[in-house]
């Protein structure tokens, strides 16, 4: 495993809770981006998957949406031809990248809130880049993964545990911010609790019933509410 990418970030210091972010459809206006791209890299490759069904295993690592999607007994030789068209077809929707409201100042807030930021994402290192830049909070981010430093993707909690370590900081002192069942199933699985946002398109339902403990519709939803959500508490928590 990579040490996650902390260059051009703050650094976290003495910090002793922190807050993880997921990106593409938490902090970023990506998940349908990413939908598209896989269905045209299926459709490249001769499958045809239907984009109900992607958009529902977007948030997973891209061994696992081809796993889940297609079918058990097909040559797995294209598998990496399809995830490199999926990348390729997701470059050219770069300069339409959008963050979401009040995601940066969301950063921002846990920033001077005391607590340690971590985007806990399992982007490739190239399209982290991207996204970093679109959200233009680097000085409120103390560190970043990428896909490098996760031996599985979600639903496993190997990026969420990469972000942990490279903050310094225990799963019993953090909160988790996602848009996907995968990522409120990741944090599940650290007794993390796990904040979710329904503006990657998964209903509040839906994210209630894989175990997060709130639902909020964006990043400036949240952001109003800062005080009384987990994140606040955990902020206001005394830390030994």
Request: glycine share 10%; hydrophobic share 45%.
């Amino acid at each position: 495993m990579h040490t996650a990418e902390s260059s051009h970030l703050s650094p976290a210091g003495q910090r002793k809770a922190a807050v993880l972010f997921d990106v593409d459809g938490t902090l970023v206006d990506s998940t349908y981006l990413h939908t598209v791209a896989w269905w045209q890299a299926f459709r490249q490759a001769g499958h045809d998957v239907p984009m109900a069904g992607i958009h529902r295993a977007v948030g997973m690592g891209g061994d696992r949406i081809l796993a889940r999607l297609l079918p058990p007994d097909r040559d797995s030789s294209g598998d990496d031809t399809i995830m490199t068209s999926h990348a390729a077809v997701f470059s050219t929707f770069w300069p339409a990248l959008r963050p979401l409201d009040g995601a940066k100042e969301l950063l921002a807030r846990c920033f001077e809130s005391g607590l340690a930021v971590a985007l806990a994402s399992s982007a490739t290192e190239r399209d982290l880049e991207v996204l970093r830049s679109t959200i233009g909070a680097d000085a409120y981010i103390h560190a970043a993964t990428s896909a490098r430093d996760a031996a599985e993707s979600k639903p496993a909690p190997d990026i969420l545990i990469a972000a942990l370590e490279a903050v310094g900081v225990g799963a019993a002192d953090a909160v988790y911010v996602g848009d996907a069942v995968w990522d409120i199933y990741a944090a599940g699985k650290l007794a993390i609790p796990a904040i979710g946002l329904s503006c990657g398109g998964t209903s509040e339902a839906e994210l209630r019933d894989a175990g997060a403990v709130e639902v909020y519709e964006s990043p400036r939803a949240l952001l109003d509410r800062l005080k009384g959500s987990a994140i606040g508490r955990l902020a206001a928590r005394p830390h030994g």
